[in-house]
């Protein structure tokens, strides 16, 4: 089955604990996202890679690093969660931009204490 | 660069009754258009897309919207909404040559049927 899947889907941290999200896709899609969503704030753009090694800051990096060493493959590391990490956090992956519409993971909800 | 704008960030509407979700884009250049539901505690999914051709698009379940270039709108309708399509929407917006092949998503609307 086609799909993109993210671990965990939840998570309750504290401040200062290093954390990664892992995102996996079976589509061989050369795009792969990462968002969050809040209330109000709808869908924001945390990073976005085009392919493997190639990677670019979204509307929201700060505080977040990515990394696409294989394309199936897109985790997401928060080094310092600080409270305002609290979301809900989806990937997605495309075969690439534009015409192609994205396919995403069922989200992980994070809080951060 | 693009900007997705969803006029309504609740709609209530009775089962039964038509609606409409309203979306405006802008953007300089050619665009590719998407409307994305999400039903509670899930993931997006797409619901329709406009590429080129038929402004009129239809998608799943009983959803279609217009492509209105001159008014640079996107609007989401749908004759009869069922207790089942209370969900949040999404407008998102690619542009195309010339531009940045990045999709942007609008804040979301939800749609809340009521008996």
Same mark, same amino acid.
């Given at each position: ?113 | ?32 258009? /998407?409307?994305? !539901?999400?039903?509670?505690?899930? $993931? ?9 051709? =038929?402004?009129? &698009? ?31 929407? /999404?407008?998102? !917006?690619?542009?195309?040559?010339? $531009? ?9 609307? =939800?749609?809340? &049927?009521?008996?």
């Amino acid at each position: 089955e086609a799909q993109v899947t993210q671990n965990p889907r939840y998570l309750i941290t504290v401040t200062g604990k290093k954390l990664t999200v892992t995102c996996s896709q079976n589509m061989n899609h050369e795009y792969m996202s990462w968002y969050r969503q809040d209330p109000g704030l709808g869908l924001r753009q945390i990073y976005y890679s085009m392919n493997v090694e190639v990677t670019d800051k979204g509307d929201v990096p700060e505080g977040y690093k990515v990394s696409r060493k294989e394309k199936r493959n897109f985790p997401l590391i928060l080094e310092s969660p600080s409270p305002n990490q609290t979301s809900l956090y989806f990937c997605a992956s495309s075969i690439a931009g534009g015409v192609y519409e994205q396919y995403f993971g069922p989200g992980t909800r994070l809080t951060v204490t | 660069a693009q900007s997705v704008t969803q006029l309504d960030s609740q709609v209530p509407v009775f089962e039964e009754a038509p609606v409409e979700l309203r979306c405006n884009y802008s953007s300089s250049v050619s665009v590719y258009l /998407f409307w994305y !539901v999400q039903y509670p505690n899930q $993931g997006l999914q797409l619901l329709l897309k406009y590429l080129s051709g =038929s402004t009129l &698009v239809k998608g799943i379940n009983g959803f279609e919207a217009e492509f209105n270039k001159s008014q640079t709108s996107f609007h989401l309708r749908k004759p009869s909404v069922h207790i089942s399509d209370t969900a949040e929407y /999404f407008c998102a !917006v690619s542009e195309g040559v010339g $531009g940045s092949y990045i999709p942007t998503f609008g804040r979301g609307t =939800s749609l809340i &049927v009521h008996p």
